[in-house]
């Protein structure tokens, strides 16, 4: 979706946004652009399509000046255009704009400008009323036009604005869309996320709804919404530059699938005590309030919402309190069941997501607890949250998300334990040999990792078909939800998972020749059902490669390939058994030549319905 760079200091701010904007490229666009204050006026610069369509079009043009910003553009209002795409400028040229989110009242005000201040509009958004607005209002002081224009303005949104006739200043401004500060040494930022400023800086405040900030190369100052001067959280985010680089490897994708054992082991260091006792500090839920929830709603989109699968059967083991799993864009159209008792437990790789922070607000509007797992620092749904839990998974650039899942199921594990252990419910024996299991992950996950060339070969031989089914029993049938997603995903082919008792009512009837169907077959006491299923299947002539623990051997027989993970607890399976699946629909997305990391239609961050 869209996002935002903005900067001041002394170097050349051109160069600096659009590589900015290179790094908030995963989040999806289609057009870019960068507005630079030069010698009292403002350049602005803006192309559709790709970053590299911007940069041709600047060439070798020097566009000089220490103050800019920059924007990459996810169509809303206007079709995607160089005209459409962001900066927008006010009537005369003397004030740029940058904005992410929606004007709610854009016909009004157009209108109302038209009528009063007599301007006229160039492009179809609702973003350049912002930069009307300002204009009209401006008198000298970006801040005070910038606040008098929001203070009109409905709807959500992140603005950064600069005007020509102050080369020092840059002001920006937040209501329910992300924005933070990034504080340099002789510079500052604003972004809409901190990977955009991850070469430059490792420290930023977390800007709150309504707050404005004035920013020069030495200064940042922030206000409130009732324009008092205050001081935000200071966060420093830990990603290092290279962390969100490739390094050597082909896509992000598989490289975030290899950092997978590293962030594992980081997820459970993180809250693990030299007594091996779970602590999280970040949880500030009481034993007693903790007793009286009477029910627990897991809520997410997309990959997130498979982990939330994964945490139903962990917390509703070892907690005893049930457990629904919703997808969010459903959840708040249902009038769900909430009040005081319920825990409610969102889980967002970015936190941004439009649809998971629409039920949060309707289950905190209805009393709930709210308990995040997120990825990203200081995202919205981490401020909308009583209690966060960062997955620690670093930068997750790949639009597929890989590593992040992982370690969401982590720490709902993490989770139930250290509930289970509060309430009781678990005993101090299960507690340790689960913990102990536990840290044996990263390597097993390891072990999986080191067989990929062989599922690269299945890839090879079988990139072509287009029907693919992932069948599993209990804990298997929410990761073969989740495989059955990556690979629809990044290679676009029409893939579909079922729980494989389910077969039978209908299903069944599309095996043919051509059907591969990979089969999970890691949950022991599921395992004569899942050969059973295999064997239907088999029968029809579909193409079966199977998933199973080490020890089950004899399986091979009914399958046309098998690939083994190493032995562990049943519960913790889906940490083994989704890599392969993660690394077949890469291969196989690799031989079909597609966008591995950008698939189409698709963003990493949905901030829309
Ligand atoms: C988008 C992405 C998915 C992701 C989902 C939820 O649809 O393409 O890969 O799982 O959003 O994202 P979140 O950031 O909330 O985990």
């Known amino acids: 979706m869209c996002g935002i760079v903005g900067y001041v200091g002394t170097e050349e701010a051109k160069d600096i946004i659009i590589d900015g904007l290179r790094r908030l490229e995963y989040r999806g666009y289609d057009s870019a652009g960068i507005a630079i204050v030069n010698d009292g006026s403002i350049i602005v610069r803006k192309h559709v399509g790709e970053i590299i369509n911007l940069e041709k079009l600047i060439g070798n043009e020097k566009?000089?000046?220490?103050?800019?910003?920059?924007?990459?553009?996810?169509?809303?209002?206007?079709?995607?255009?160089?005209?459409?795409?962001?900066?927008?400028?006010?009537?005369?040229?003397?004030?740029?704009?940058?904005?992410?989110?929606?004007?709610?009242n854009y016909i009004e005000l157009k209108a109302m400008l038209k009528e009063k201040h007599n301007v006229s509009f160039k492009t179809e958004t609702d973003s350049e009323v912002i930069a009307m607005l300002i204009g009209a209002y401006y008198e000298g002081d970006l801040k005070e036009a910038l606040l008098k224009a929001v203070?009109?303005?409905?709807?959500?949104?992140?603005?950064?604005?600069?005007?020509?006739?102050?080369?020092?200043?840059?002001?920006?401004?937040?209501?329910?869309?992300?924005?933070i500060?990034?504080?340099?040494?002789?510079?500052?930022?604003?972004?809409?996320?901190?990977?955009?400023?991850?070469?430059?800086t490792d420290d930023v405040y977390l800007l709150e709804n309504d707050d404005t900030v004035i920013l020069t190369r030495d200064s940042i100052k922030i206000l409130d919404a009732n324009e008092k001067q205050v001081q935000r959280t200071l966060m420093h985010i830990g990603w290092s530059a290279e962390a969100a680089e490739k390094g050597g490897h082909e896509h992000f994708m598989m490289k975030e699938i290899l950092e997978q054992p590293a962030?594992?082991?980081?997820?459970?260091?993180?809250?693990?005590?030299?007594?091996?006792?779970?602590?999280?500090?970040?949880?500030?839920?009481?034993l007693n309030e903790l007793k009286s929830f009477d029910k627990i709603y897991i809520v997410a989109c997309g990959t997130a919402y498979h982990a939330g699968l994964i945490g139903r059967y962990a917390i509703e083991n070892m907690v005893k309190i049930p457990v629904e799993v919703d997808v969010a864009s459903e959840f708040r159209y249902r009038n769900?069941?909430?009040?005081?008792?319920?825990?409610?437990?969102?889980?967002?790789?970015?936190?941004?997501?439009?649809?998971?922070?629409?039920?949060?607000?309707?289950?905190k509007g209805k009393g709930a607890r709210i308990l995040s797992i997120i990825n990203v620092v200081g995202s919205s749904v981490a401020r909308e949250s009583d209690d966060v839990i960062y997955t620690w998974a670093g930068p997750e650039i790949a639009v597929a998300s890989t590593k992040a899942f992982i370690t969401q199921i982590v720490c709902l594990h993490m989770l139930s334990l250290y509930m289970g252990r509060l309430v009781g419910t678990i005993s101090n024996r299960h507690y340790e040999e689960f913990i102990s299991e536990m840290l044996k992950m990263p390597e097993k996950i390891d072990e999986v990792l080191a067989n990929?060339?062989?599922?690269?070969?299945?890839?090879?031989?079988?990139?072509?078909?287009?029907?693919?089914?992932?069948?599993?029993?209990?804990?298997?049938?929410?990761?073969?939800?989740?495989?059955?997603?990556?690979?629809?995903?990044?290679?676009?082919?029409?893939?579909?998972?079922?729980?494989?008792?389910?077969?039978?009512?209908?299903?069944?009837?599309?095996?043919?020749p051509d059907t591969i169907v990979i089969a999970l077959a890691t949950q022991d006491k599921l395992y004569e059902k899942m050969l059973s299923n295999i064997q239907e299947v088999k029968s029809r002539r579909a193409h079966v490669i199977t998933i199973t623990k080490d020890k089950n051997r004899s399986i091979s027989d009914s399958s046309d390939e098998t690939i083994y993970i190493p032995d562990c607890l049943d519960e913790l399976t889906p940490l083994l058994s989704v890599?392969?699946?993660?690394?077949?629909?890469?291969?196989?997305?690799?031989?079909?030549?597609?966008?591995?990391?950008?698939?189409?239609?698709?963003?990493?961050?949905?901030?829309?319905?």
């Open 63 to 104: 566009i000089s000046g220490n103050i800019g910003i920059g924007h990459t553009r996810w169509a809303t209002h206007g079709a995607p255009s160089d005209l459409n795409s962001h900066p927008h400028l006010n009537e005369a040229n003397s004030i740029a704009i940058v904005h992410n989110g929606i004007v709610e």
């Open 151 to 179: 203070s009109i303005i409905r709807g959500a949104y992140a603005i950064a604005a600069v005007a020509a006739d102050n080369p020092n200043e840059l002001v920006a401004h937040r209501k329910d869309a992300p924005l």
């Open 579 to 609: 890599v392969p699946l993660q690394l077949f629909a890469y291969y196989v997305a690799k031989e079909r030549e597609c966008n591995i990391d950008k698939p189409k239609n698709l963003a990493k961050s949905v901030t829309v319905e």
């Open 452 to 512: 990929r060339s062989e599922i690269e070969e299945y890839a090879k031989d079988l990139y072509s078909r287009e029907k693919v089914f992932y069948i599993g029993r209990g804990l298997d049938s929410a990761v073969c939800l989740e495989g059955s997603l990556k690979l629809k995903e990044i290679s676009y082919i029409n893939s579909f998972a079922i729980a494989a008792g389910e077969l039978k009512h209908g299903t069944i009837a599309l095996m043919d």
């Open 181 to 200: 500060v990034g504080i340099g040494k002789g510079c500052n930022f604003v972004a809409s996320d901190f990977s955009a400023l991850v070469k430059h």
């Open 263 to 286: 962030v594992v082991k980081e997820t459970i260091k993180r809250r693990l005590n030299e007594d091996g006792i779970i602590e999280f500090d970040e949880i500030k839920i009481g």
């Open 336 to 363: 769900p069941l909430v009040d005081e008792k319920t825990l409610f437990i969102a889980i967002s790789q970015s936190g941004e997501t439009s649809d998971t922070l629409a039920a949060i607000k309707e289950a």
